[in-house]
């Protein structure tokens, strides 16, 4: 059976539905359902897509039941605007050939809470939504602070086992909430987003103990490298166990969390989506889709001291915890903060594989959001990935460049 016959099988009567469309001439189906049609992914393992299956099912990805189920995250009735500031000077920089090599589905830069540069490839427009991957921790780590003022949250010394009773017994025995937002639990864990067998794979797929959480399930089988706190090493499993932990500290689903604390109260354009594994829970070390206009009012929300009218939803504390080095990652200049990479510059940003990012720079007032389909995971084979953090150091310059006149 061809591809596209797996992938109708196992949708469905979403099948049905596409090739009855085919028959009346692509009548029912938009431009982004016939592009997955003609890439369609033969299984769920992301990861392990063509960059072709990647192109059509980033854009759409929530609504393909095959895939995933997902939850909405409202927005409120009003939206924050995104007023328009002066275009951004680049200089010598070729900016249509770094948006080609990147593959860049949107690019949104704002500079003092303006649009100074707003650019999409790839047929995506501002009325998308573009899956974030590892972008969501460092959403998932702001609810975390959310639940302390909240009062669902005493501390960050608080061990996990605190929240989630099932993984007593566990390597996760005597970690905190601290080390489980800097990954410094010292479990084990393997992140080969290029092995089959690594557990960023296969974690989604466990069978859950019967009454327990498949993550949960997952992560407490795991073993033991370091003592807690002493060893910096990147895990998406932490982040979903952070995840868990917000929902079972409040009562509810990350996602109406989220919509409840910033979503809705900061003014997001767009409803967003959160994926869901097999247990029904948020996947929140990935996954959140929204429109990267969305994710660059996020930037601007934590720039601006994660503030609603209400007020901060956060401790007075947490940011500058949160977006500052708290582990060595082992790369010079670097480092790791609650779920946020650090520059030792002073900027941090969100990063999610496939060249999902936002770029904070408080110093220069700075937010770029982008969202595109690399070449491999990391961006390293094809050089996306230093490209990129050249391109944040050039758009740096210009503004430097700006002041100065």
């Known amino acids: 059976m061809s591809g596209a016959g797996k992938w109708l099988q196992g949708i469905g009567i979403v099948g049905v539905v596409i090739i009855l469309a085919l028959g009346a001439g692509w009548v029912l189906i938009g431009p982004d359902w016939r592009a997955l049609l003609a890439n369609p992914p033969t299984s769920r393992d992301v990861l392990f897509w063509s960059g072709p299956q990647r192109d059509a099912a980033f854009r759409m990805i929530d609504r393909v039941p095959f895939i995933s189920d997902a939850r909405a995250i409202p927005k409120g009735e009003t939206t924050r605007p995104l007023p328009e500031g002066p275009p951004l000077d680049l200089g010598p920089l070729d900016l249509d050939a770094y948006l080609t090599a990147q593959n860049t589905a949107a690019l949104v830069i704002l500079h003092n809470g303006q649009v100074r540069l707003e650019r999409y490839g790839n047929s995506f427009t501002p009325q998308g939504r573009w899956t974030s991957f590892s972008v969501a921790k460092s959403l998932t780590s702001t609810l975390v602070g959310a639940a302390i003022v909240d009062g669902y949250i005493e501390s960050l010394d608080d061990p996990v086992t605190k929240y989630i009773p099932d993984l007593a017994g566990s390597p996760y025995d005597t970690v905190t909430l601290a080390q489980l937002l800097t990954m410094t639990s010292g479990v084990a864990w393997n992140e080969d987003y290029e092995d089959p067998k690594s557990d960023v794979a296969l974690f989604n797929g466990v069978a859950a103990e019967p009454g327990k959480i498949g993550i949960v399930t997952y992560m407490r089988g795991l073993s033991r490298a370091h003592p807690p706190g ?23 689903t990350v996602a109406d969390y989220l919509s409840e604390k910033i979503w809705a109260p900061y003014g997001m354009e767009q409803d967003a989506t959160w994926l869901l594994g097999e247990d029904g829970h948020e996947i929140s070390g990935c996954c959140i889709q929204a429109s990267t206009r969305d994710f660059a009012r996020f930037g601007q929300f934590i720039l601006d001291g994660a503030m609603t009218d209400t007020g901060a939803i956060v401790p007075a504390d947490w940011l500058p915890a949160a977006t500052t080095k708290q582990a060595d990652i082992g790369e010079p200049g670097y480092g790791y903060g609650f779920q946020w990479w650090t520059w030792d510059d002073g900027a941090f940003m969100a990063d999610g594989i496939f060249g999902q ?24 084979r094809g050089g996306e990935w230093p490209a990129r953090t050249d391109f944040y150091r050039a758009v740096q310059a210009a503004l430097d460049a700006e002041a100065a006149e």
Not at 230 to 248: C, D, F, K, P, R
Not at 357 to 380: C, E, K, Q
């Open 230 to 252: 002493e060893v910096w090493h990147y895990s998406t499993g932490e982040t979903n166990l952070i995840g868990v932990l917000v929902s079972a500290a409040t009562g509810k």
């Open 357 to 380: 990012g936002i770029f904070i720079d408080p110093a220069r007032n700075l937010v770029i959001a982008s969202n595109a389909n690399w070449t491999s995971a990391l961006g390293l």
